[in-house]
């Protein structure tokens, strides 16, 4: 049955994040203000809120699906603020790890923080374009290449890094290999300073004749097929779970923005008549309408995403339309939410211009909105990304 | 209903949040849009130019039982409860095929859902049994008025007291199906003042005196299918009978929702209309040696269409649940209504500019649909979920 409503277990439990959410808020600006500081694994008040970890885990099979419900998590948490009150311990590259790893590598590296290096000065959505190498020499995979824009690159014990063994291949010579900090030939060059999500490090890495273990390389698959992708297909899938949870942290920044101008403006008597026709609306209370809409919008293109996952659909295509809504409503409604409230509105003082710089990059990293379109439009026309560039 | 289908209801009963429709759900999709395609998409165009709306189509359409599913089986109805969600599946069918004709189609329903939703037992008793019949039977509602500053929460139609008795005095426009209702629900600001919470509603008979239906409709830029009614009340005495709901009367709310959820629904489906077209057409079409579908500038404004029908959609059923589930749907009744504004309109638009010079001409749907949008997305009740 169609529905959109919350078991009471779930509500609780969302609840609860949101308000982690309000309580890691005034350490917000603090990193924000000191990016060359890492924030802490926890902040002191992790420990008023016990357990929404173990609450999550022990869900009852009945209440809304799990891939469906990261997404409401995502966007509560990201409702609080960008900086989380616990550390993850994980990172994206164990998300490549679970989607593309041989049982073993799991095993080895599960508990491992492993962040995920794609992005090199000369390409990054164009990711087929990599130049880092990695040739077999013996036992061993002698890596070499440069590396930017590497979250958490700074923090994680360990990458997964992105070379191609055939550049005369394409995709289809393109592996991904686990490097573990401390290897050498492996560097960290450089820590990133940002618009926003100061709070996150991104890091530059180096690799010079980086030699890792055969068996370092993720999958296991050495072969590099005559047609087709190999393995790049399997590595890019790690995405369609991403994409969506990406879109959430969109959602998550526009609610906060919409929460803030709405109470700021209901301080100075300005509330939205929801009974009101379209044209019998004050402009503001117009915009206010058109950023709800579009919030909501976007929020139910990602649980539909999520859903799918849940109901074992493919959704490759509703999680590129996630990501494109997502990225669209973290730009646009905090500028919106500016717009409204004014030059206070962007002032320091609140978080407001700072969820806006933070949202900013939600429609570039894990593929821009345009990249989301041409996954869509390759869908729609049944073109290969050799067709539709 | 099927067994798996029963069982699947059930594992979906706990509240969750779900996409999943209904087997019955599905069997109502999978039928209209058969129905739209064959009875709609290629009378779209004759219909338009010659502005009427064939009674051989309304009378097939019938056997959709489309109002009649919804009335109780007391009544000779099909007892389906709620049922919001389903009619917005089945608007967005008929949508698909053609919005003008769609909305004639589905006409009585502006009558039959707020008379079961509201009705009082005499009033059920009386007038849905018109609807459970083997013909077409045409009843509306009558809620524009002819200001460019009309908004539902400020009725200009009066209902004072005379007695017993109320008498109304207006100006009605733009009435779905006006020149062959057999009855009009007309909406009138509540004596407690304007706001939707205090709307009232009258059923007048076409015949009722003092009231005029004009013989000549209005002509809008679209929806040139279905007639459009004008109605003059001037000093029509209603009875107490006539009062819907009694003296406990509407929520006015709830009926203002369904009718924003039902035009919207009406959108989405246009919307898939000029996306569907879209796509062979930019692949076939060669410019400058290639496919203009494998042109970024087009191909963007194409996924650009893909990703917002599914946005529009989930809007809808948001907000159809919600009436379904007897929450307020206020907020999300206009937030659907806010967004598939926008967002149809922009899709019928960048219909035409796909097409380019064969999106102006008549001999393609495009102009048609941008010609419906236009009036779809700015009419505040063209259907009812």
């Known amino acids: 049955m169609v529905d959109f409503r919350l078991s009471q277990n779930d509500t609780e439990i969302l609840e609860q994040v949101r308000r982690e959410g309000l309580a890691v808020r005034k350490h917000a600006r603090y990193f924000d203000e000191h990016e060359e500081e890492l924030p802490p694994e926890k902040f002191p008040e992790a420990d008023a809120f016990p357990g929404v970890s173990e609450r999550v885990n022990r869900r009852p099979a009945g209440d809304t699906p799990p891939a469906t419900f990261q997404m409401l998590l995502g966007m509560a948490r990201q409702w609080g603020d960008t900086l989380p009150l616990r550390q993850p311990p994980l990172a994206l590259g164990n998300a490549a790890l679970q989607a593309a790893g041989t049982p073993e590598q799991k095993q080895r590296w599960g508990a491992t923080a492993l962040s995920m290096a794609i992005t090199e000065p000369g390409c990054g959505s164009d990711s087929k374009a990599i130049k880092t190498t990695a ?71 180096s690799f010079i004749d980086c030699r890792v273990p055969r068996d370092h390389l993720l999958g296991g698959d050495e072969t590099v097929p005559r047609q087709g992708s190999g393995g790049f297909r399997g590595v890019m899938k790690t995405f369609n779970m991403t994409r969506p949870a990406v879109g959430a942290i969109g959602v998550g920044k526009a609610r906060a923005s919409l929460d803030f101008a709405e109470e700021a403006l209901a301080g100075e008597g300005v509330a939205v008549d929801w009974e009101r026709g379209r044209r019998a609306r004050s402009t503001i209370e117009a915009k206010l309408v058109q950023m709800e809409a579009d919030a909501e919008a976007a929020s139910l293109t990602v649980l539909r995403a999520g859903w799918l996952a849940d109901a074992g659909e493919e959704n490759n295509v509703e999680a590129s339309i996630a990501k494109a809504k997502g990225g ?33 990059i939600t429609d570039i990293y894990e593929g821009t909105g345009q990249i989301q379109r041409l996954i869509i439009a390759r869908a729609i026309f049944g073109y290969s990304s050799e067709e539709l560039g | 209903m099927p067994q798996n289908a029963r069982h699947r209801d059930v594992v979906y009963s706990a509240r969750v949040i779900s996409f999943a429709l209904s087997d019955s759900q599905k069997v109502a999709r ?15 165009r004759p219909c338009d130019e010659e502005s009427r709306c064939p009674d051989e189509l309304l009378e097939k359409s019938w056997a959709l039982g489309l109002a009649a599913a919804c009335i109780p089986e007391a009544y000779g109805g099909g007892g389906v409860e709620g049922g919001h969600t389903t009619s917005a599946i089945v608007l967005e069918e008929l949508g698909y095929g053609c919005a003008s004709l769609g909305a004639a189609v589905a006409a009585p329903m502006l009558f039959v859902r707020p008379l079961v939703d509201f009705g009082t037992e005499e009033q059920k008793r009386d007038y849905l049994p018109l609807f459970t019949g083997d013909r077409y039977h045409a009843a509306t509602l009558a809620l524009h008025e002819p200001r460019f500053t009309f908004d539902p929460c400020a009725l ?28 009009f629900l007309v909406l009138a600001r509540g004596e407690r003042g304007p706001g939707l919470a205090n709307l009232e509603a009258f059923i007048l008979p076409r015949d009722a005196p003092g009231l005029r239906v004009h013989d000549e409709g209005d002509t809008t830029i679209g929806f040139q299918a279905m007639s459009w009614g004008r109605l003059t009340l001037d000093g029509v005495e209603a009875p107490p009978a006539w009062k819907l709901g009694g003296d406990s009367g509407i929520d006015g709310r709830r009926l203002i929702a369904s009718l924003r959820v039902g035009g919207a629904a009406l959108a989405v489906g246009l919307s898939r209309a000029v996306l569907d077209a879209c796509v062979p057409y930019a692949k076939e079409r060669v410019a400058f040696g290639q496919a203009i579908a494998k042109k970024q500038a087009i191909a963007f404004m ?6 917002e029908v599914d946005a529009m959609r989930w809007l809808v059923w948001k907000a159809a649940s919600e009436l379904e589930e007897r929450g307020d749907a206020t907020r999300a009744a206009a937030i659907a209504q806010d967004y598939v504004g926008r967002k149809a309109m922009k899709i019928a638009d960048d219909g035409i500019q796909v097409f380019g010079g064969h999106g102006f001409i008549r001999d393609f749907p495009l102009e048609l649909w941008f010609r419906n949008a236009r009036l779809l997305t700015v009419h505040e009740g063209p259907a009812a979920v």
């Open chain 1, 328 to 360: 669209e409503v973290s730009r646009t409604v905090p500028q919106g939410c500016i717009e409204l409230l004014g030059a206070m509105g962007a002032s320091r003082e609140h978080l407001l211009e700072k969820w806006l710089r933070d949202g900013r």
């Open chain 2, 302 to 307: 194409i996924a650009d269409m893909r990703i």
């Open chain 1, 135 to 205: 040739r077999l020499d013996g036992e061993h995979w002698v890596i070499n290449g440069e590396k930017i824009f590497v979250t958490t690159g700074i923090r994680a014990q360990g990458v997964v890094v992105w070379a191609t063994v055939d550049a005369q291949r394409g995709r289809a010579g393109i592996k991904s290999f686990v490097v573990l900090k401390g290897t050498p030939g492996f560097e960290v060059t450089r820590k990133e300073k940002k618009l926003g999500i100061r709070a996150s490090d991104t890091a530059a890495l």
């Open chain 2, 156 to 183: 200009e139609t009066t209902a004072e007291r005379r007695g017993a008795n109320r008498v109304l005095r207006g100006e009605k426009r733009l009435v779905p199906m006006g020149a062959r209702a057999s009855h």
């Open chain 2, 30 to 44: 999978d039928t209209v849009r058969e129905f739209a395609r064959r009875e709609l998409r290629d009378r779209a």
